[in-house]
């Protein structure tokens, strides 16, 4: 097993532990993004939204991953999103 492997199961356990937190499921969203497992990346950025709703980098992130997954209207969709949240889109 690889190291971003053992952090994925590592950031799993401590999320078992502590469901609400955002931020680890950023940090594991990110690691499944790095091993190409996609479809549990975007998983991860959906639930870091319902859990932060306002979080710019988690529509960012998800927008990557959506790119990478060849799923380009939901990527432009989560650009919007996070461009509105910063006051840049009307």
């Known amino acids: ?8 199961n590592d950031y799993s356990r401590i999320i078992e532990a502590s469901p609400g937190d955002a931020l680890l499921y950023m940090k594991r ?3 499944y993004a790095n091993t190409g497992k996609y479809d549990r990346s975007i ?7 319902g ?13 990557m991953v959506y790119r990478k997954a060849g ?4 990527a432009e969709k989560d650009e919007e999103t996070a461009k ?3 006051g840049i889109a009307r």
């Open 1 to 8: 097993m690889g190291r971003q492997e053992e952090a994925i």
């Open 29 to 31: 969203g990110m690691l």
């Open 43 to 49: 998983e991860d950025f959906t639930r870091a939204i």
């Open 51 to 63: 859990l932060s709703p306002d979080n710019r980098r988690a529509y960012l992130s998800r927008a």
């Open 71 to 74: 799923q380009t209207g939901l």
């Open 84 to 86: 509105r949240m910063n």
